[in-house]
């Protein structure tokens, strides 16, 4: 029982997973001798952007999806939601003539965080 249940669970897994089609959300081409992040919010919430320190957005809201042209190179990315305690911090990484997708969520354990996956296309 215990193996039908692991077979069944990553059946489940793969459907998900080749459902998820991230490249085709965006016709975006990052201009020449930049790359580019996209910011999925499926949060559910609005919150503050800041790219290495300095705000992007007064407020990204739920189902928004912007993109930020930037140079090849690491930045830090922090979230923070309007009127909550929700936040993020992390590294993401920019590549030359490529799209880097965040795809943001509320983190279904800590209510205190944002849950984010970051792919590059």
Known sequence: MKQFRAWLMLAVL????AGCSWSSDSKHVPPEGMGSILLINN?????????????TTEATSPDANPTYD????????TLEQIGGTR????????????????D????????????VVTMVD
């Open 87 to 102: 936040r993020w911090t992390g590294g993401v990484n920019v590549q030359l003539g490529r799209l880097t997708y965040m």
């Open 104 to 115: 943001v969520a509320s983190d279904p354990v800590n209510p205190a965080l944002y849950d």
């Open 14 to 17: 793969a459907v998900v997973a």
């Open 43 to 55: 949060s559910g919430t609005s919150f503050n952007l800041t790219i290495n320190g300095i705000i």
């Open 70 to 77: 930037l140079r090849p190179g690491t930045y830090i990315i």
